[in-house]
């Protein structure tokens, strides 16, 4: 932020801006208790730019040093302004004004932010588990430093009435805590209580005891209804598995506190952060083996974990740990752990209403657990894993946005639309870039609108008319047609251009930048499929300085699904197409697909590093076919014991990196022996490949690959053997969720260039 150590003059008034994440994070309750603190005067409110107060008196260079130094914990301050005035003669005490809603900046627009919203906070844990306090048990407390944020705001300035609080009536214990400026709640807006604020329409007992008996329960959350069940009970989890026709894919398990998620898996200190921060993610760790039913996550080695974010998530497990008085049993490990997985039948977006759920969902749940709370904009959970001892996110959601992510250098409004799979949209304004939350894969009607929707609430809170509009260069993603529907010049921005372009967003590098983007499917320039490729980024330039060897794709697209497909392909290529029936004769017509490679037809070539790992997945027998996407990857990847180096197991020649000996070699190995030797002879390969294009001493890894941790950490530790530093997208996700950021980020270099 701008330095707060400001001059002041001998002039007894100052008027104060204060930019960043200051709404919503009780900071004009902490500006009035400092003032109070220091016998100065004047008075403070909330507008379009932010926070604006004047002050007047004393020590007014300590209160402008602890505006930032001390600001509440949600709080974000990114810059503090300060201008002199002369002094009010009759002025007394300090107090907030109500929020002057259209009050702008220079270019007539907000300049402020929501936060995220933010987990239950120990003073709020408190009051719910004391008995004798007027909140206890009550699902929906919450304070200024904790609780529903965006989920709930319409429009900025962030107040009761623009939110889905508007609807209910304080009462007079709330109203009193409300303007009380020594309250923990003045000024919080969505301060509730039993007896005015929103309700349950299931009591948590009855929710408690059918997810004991083995049901499966769908429960309004913050940015929609999660279906939950037992997770130690394999039937019921299996249940719900086959309603949700989720096929392999992993479902995430929410536990009381830290001791339960020890005795689940093995938990770093960087992972304990990430499980307990107020962000509240799931946390991809290290399962114990043996310590959840394998229909949680079948074959691989990470389970997905989570705690309570909510007071009535939290109620279930007091629930269940027969309703003990005080916080003392949070540090204790419970017996109850919850799968707890998006409530999304058919890969459409998240189910927020209660008819709605009772209509969506009434073929998966047993039961149906809403309440009167409105969600105004929905926002799955976020994911997070730790890689190279830091944070990564997988799914950038609840939690983490609309935070801005700063970009280092001022920006023109873009609106960028992002990809087809893992959507996620990105609006600039100023030198920020505002992320959503998770769209989703956009295959189906419902997905786009919720984009649409998306779309308009980002902009409309943050009040941003956009210049252009960035996508994909694929013309037939939805996100392309919507770009094409849309009345502004558009930027067409290949694929892993944009990915390379969000590491460099992120950590706000300018100038020459090498970068491999390891990937599943971005199309080239050409129309033709790539995902493994060594690139050099200049501001707005991108040049291809290598990629990945061609595999076939025998079947189009099919072959993304059914690694047996790639596996047959490499055979192919080796010269041992005659081992292709006897491999896979349960899986399709070979004879056929052998005369499709033998004549090219219906084989489109690509340079997809996903697609490597996929023929490697089929040539050892780890998956033939996946039931969603990357599962024959991440299957892999959970095979790893300690990863080996084929000597001789790459060529390069003419900036083609080809792995075709590494592939022979797994063939005739076991799943384990091939997944070490796989990754690490990938890894040294990688280094090998890009280590002479390499500028000013740093290189950027993204695309989906990079979600892999045992390939990432290994190129980090082998380039900084070199002396390399690999920079990895920590804030946003190094699969197609980060990739508006980047579409963003070179339409701005387009724009100012």
Same mark, same amino acid.
Not at 344 to 360: C, F, I, M, W
């Given at each position: 932020?701008?330095?707060?150590?400001?001059?002041?003059s001998?002039?007894?008034?100052?008027?104060?801006?204060?930019?960043?994440?200051?709404?919503?994070?009780?900071?004009?309750?902490?500006?009035?208790?400092?003032?109070?603190?220091?016998?100065?005067?004047g008075? +403070?409110?909330?507008? /379009?730019?932010?926070?604006?107060?004047?002050?007047?008196?004393?020590?007014?260079?300590?209160?402008?040093?602890?505006?930032?130094?001390?600001?509440?914990?949600l709080?974000?301050?990114?810059?503090?302004? +300060?201008?002199?005035?002369?002094?009010?003669?009759?002025?007394?005490?300090?107090?907030?004004?109500?929020?002057?809603?259209?009050?702008?900046?220079?270019?007539?627009?907000? /300049?402020?932010?929501i936060?995220?919203d933010?987990?239950?906070?120990?003073?709020?844990?408190?009051?719910?588990?004391?008995? +004798?306090?007027?909140?206890?048990?009550?699902?929906?407390?919450?304070?200024?430093?904790?609780?529903p944020?965006?989920?709930?705001?319409?429009?900025?300035?962030?107040?009761r009435?623009?939110?889905?609080?508007?609807?209910?009536?304080?009462?007079?214990?709330?109203?009193?805590?409300?303007?009380?400026?020594?309250?923990?709640?003045?000024?919080?807006?969505p301060?509730?209580?039993?007896?005015?604020?929103?309700?349950?329409?299931?009591?948590?007992?009855?929710?408690?005891?059918r &997810?004991?008996?083995?049901?499966?329960?769908?429960?309004?959350?913050?940015?929609?209804?999660?279906?939950?069940?037992?997770?130690?009970?394999?039937?019921?989890?299996?249940?719900?598995?086959?309603?949700?026709?989720?096929?392999?894919?992993?479902?995430?398990?929410m536990?009381?506190?830290l001791?339960?998620?020890?005795?689940?898996a093995?938990?770093?200190?960087?992972?304990?952060?990430?499980?307990?921060? #107020?962000? %509240?993610?799931?946390?991809?760790?290290?399962?114990r083996?043996?310590?959840?039913?394998?229909?949680?996550?079948?074959?691989?080695?990470?389970v997905?974990?989570?705690?309570?974010?909510?007071?009535l998530?939290?109620?279930?497990?007091?629930?269940?740990?027969?309703?003990?008085?005080?916080?003392?049993?949070?540090?204790?490990?419970?017996?109850?752990?919850?799968?707890?997985?998006s409530?999304?039948?058919?890969?459409?977006?998240?189910?927020?209403?209660?008819?709605?759920?009772?209509?969506?969902?009434?073929?998966?749940?047993?039961h149906?657990?809403?309440?009167?709370?409105?969600?105004?904009?929905?926002?799955?959970?976020?994911?997070?894993?730790?890689?190279?001892?830091?944070?990564?996110?997988?799914?950038?959601?609840?939690?983490?946005?609309?935070?801005?992510?700063?970009?280092?250098?001022?920006?023109?409004?873009?609106?960028?639309?992002?990809?087809?799979?893992?959507?996620?949209?990105?609006?600039?304004?100023?030198?920020?870039?505002?992320?959503?939350?998770?769209?989703?894969?956009?295959?189906?009607?419902?997905?786009?609108?919720?984009?649409?929707?998306?779309?308009?609430?980002?902009?409309?809170?943050?009040?941003?008319?956009?210049?252009?509009?960035?996508?994909?260069?694929?013309?037939?993603?939805?996100?392309?047609?919507?770009?094409?529907?849309?009345d502004?010049?558009?930027?067409?921005?290949?694929?892993?251009?944009?990915?390379?372009?969000?590491?460099?967003?992120?950590?706000?590098?300018?100038?020459?930048?090498?970068?491999?983007?390891l990937?599943?499917?971005?199309?080239?320039?050409?129309?033709?499929?790539?995902?493994?490729?060594?690139?050099?980024?200049?501001?707005?330039?991108?040049?291809?300085?290598?990629?990945?060897?061609e595999l076939?794709?025998?079947?189009?697209?099919?072959?993304?699904?059914?690694?047996?497909?790639?596996?047959?392909?490499? &055979?192919?290529?080796?010269?041992?197409?005659?081992?292709?029936?006897?491999?896979?004769a349960?899986?399709?017509?070979?004879? /056929?697909?052998?005369?499709?490679?033998?004549?090219?037809?219906?084989?489109?070539?690509?340079?997809?590093?996903?697609?490597?790992?996929?023929?490697?997945?089929?040539?050892?027998?780890? %998956?033939?076919?996946?039931?969603?996407?990357?599962?024959?990857?991440?299957?892999?990847?959970?095979?790893?014991?300690?990863?080996?180096?084929?000597?001789?197991?790459?060529?390069?020649?003419?900036?083609?990196?080809?792995?075709?000996?590494l592939?022979?070699?797994?063939?005739?190995?076991?799943?384990?022996?091939?997944?070490?030797?796989?990754?690490?002879?990938?890894? /040294?390969a990688?280094?090998?490949?890009?280590? #002479?294009?390499?500028?000013g001493?740093?290189?950027?890894?993204?695309?989906?690959?990079?979600?892999?941790?045992?390939?990432?950490?290994?190129?980090?530790?082998?380039?900084?053997?070199?002396?390399?530093?690999?920079?990895?997208?920590?804030?946003?996700p190094?699969?197609?969720g980060?990739?508006?950021?980047?579409?963003?980020?070179?339409?701005?270099?387009?724009?100012?260039?």
């Open positions: 932020m701008t330095s707060a150590h400001i001059p002041i001998p002039i007894s008034r100052s008027r104060v801006r204060v930019r960043g994440l200051v709404q919503g994070v009780g900071f004009r309750p902490f500006v009035h208790d400092l003032a109070d603190s220091l016998g100065l005067t008075w +403070v409110l909330n507008d /379009a730019e932010g926070v604006l107060l004047e002050v007047q008196g004393g020590d007014r260079a300590g209160f402008i040093d602890a505006l930032a130094r001390r600001a509440p914990p709080a974000d301050v990114a810059a503090i302004e +300060v201008e002199d005035l002369a002094p009010e003669p009759a002025e007394s005490g300090f107090r907030i004004r109500a929020s002057a809603a259209g009050v702008s900046g220079a270019a007539g627009a907000a /300049a402020t932010m936060g995220p933010a987990a239950v906070c120990p003073d709020c844990l408190t009051e719910l588990f004391d008995p +004798v306090d007027r909140r206890w048990r009550y699902p929906f407390l919450n304070c200024t430093h904790c609780g944020r965006h989920t709930i705001t319409r429009a900025l300035p962030y107040d009435p623009r939110t889905s609080m508007a609807g209910f009536t304080l009462c007079p214990d709330c109203a009193r805590e409300y303007a009380d400026p020594r309250d923990r709640r003045f000024h919080a807006q301060i509730a209580c039993p007896a005015c604020g929103p309700a349950l329409d299931t009591p948590v007992e009855e929710i408690t005891a &997810l004991r008996a083995g049901e499966i329960v769908a429960i309004k959350g913050l940015g929609g209804f999660h279906l939950a069940c037992d997770a130690y009970d394999a039937a019921a989890v299996a249940r719900l598995r086959a309603r949700k026709q989720r096929n392999g894919k992993p479902f995430a398990v536990v009381a506190n001791a339960s998620a020890s005795a689940l093995d938990i770093s200190p960087v992972e304990a952060a990430l499980l307990t921060g #107020p962000e %509240r993610p799931v946390v991809l760790v290290r399962a083996s043996g310590s959840l039913p394998d229909a949680v996550a079948p074959d691989l080695a990470w997905g974990l989570m705690l309570p974010h909510t007071p998530q939290y109620l279930l497990f007091h629930e269940a740990a027969g309703r003990p008085a005080g916080t003392a049993w949070l540090d204790q490990p419970q017996d109850l752990a919850l799968v707890m997985t409530a999304n039948p058919g890969g459409e977006p998240l189910v927020t209403d209660n008819a709605e759920a009772h209509d969506r969902l009434a073929g998966i749940a047993d149906i657990a809403g309440h009167d709370r409105n969600i105004v904009i929905r926002s799955d959970d976020s994911v997070a894993r730790a890689v190279g001892g830091a944070p990564t996110m997988i799914r950038r959601s609840r939690g983490h946005a609309p935070r801005g992510i700063p970009l280092g250098r001022q920006a023109p409004p873009i609106l960028a639309l992002g990809g087809h799979l893992k959507n996620t949209i990105c609006v600039t304004r100023g030198d920020q870039a505002f992320l959503s939350q998770h769209v989703g894969d956009l295959d189906n009607g419902a997905t786009l609108r919720f984009l649409e929707e998306t779309v308009a609430h980002l902009l409309g809170i943050l009040e941003v008319e956009p210049v252009a509009v960035a996508h994909d260069l694929h013309p037939d993603f939805l996100s392309t047609r919507h770009a094409q529907s849309l502004l010049p558009r930027f067409a921005i290949q694929h892993h251009h944009a990915h390379i372009a969000a590491v460099a967003a992120e950590h706000g590098l300018e100038g020459p930048l090498v970068g491999l983007a990937d599943g499917f971005g199309l080239g320039e050409a129309g033709d499929s790539r995902g493994g490729e060594l690139l050099r980024l200049d501001g707005a330039t991108c040049d291809r300085l290598g990629h990945f060897a076939a794709q025998p079947g189009g697209d099919k072959a993304a699904r059914q690694p047996w497909r790639m596996a047959a392909a490499a &055979l192919h290529r080796m010269g041992r197409a005659d081992e292709i029936t006897r491999r896979f349960d899986h399709g017509n070979t004879a /056929a697909l052998v005369q499709m490679l033998d004549r090219g037809i219906n084989c489109p070539p690509t340079t997809s590093c996903g697609r490597w790992f996929d023929a490697a997945c089929g040539l050892l027998g780890v %998956r033939a076919v996946s039931g969603f996407e990357g599962e024959a990857a991440m299957v892999l990847e959970s095979l790893v014991t300690r990863p080996t180096v084929l000597p001789g197991g790459w060529t390069i020649t003419d900036g083609v990196l080809d792995l075709t000996a592939l022979d070699a797994v063939s005739g190995l076991s799943p384990g022996a091939g997944a070490d030797l796989f990754h690490g002879t990938l890894t /040294a990688l280094i090998d490949w890009a280590l #002479p294009a390499i500028e001493g740093r290189i950027a890894l993204a695309g989906g690959c990079v979600m892999n941790a045992v390939l990432t950490e290994g190129l980090i530790d082998g380039f900084c053997h070199h002396g390399i530093t690999a920079v990895i997208p920590r804030k946003v190094a699969n197609d980060g990739l508006s950021l980047g579409q963003a980020w070179v339409a701005a270099h387009l724009i100012t260039a």
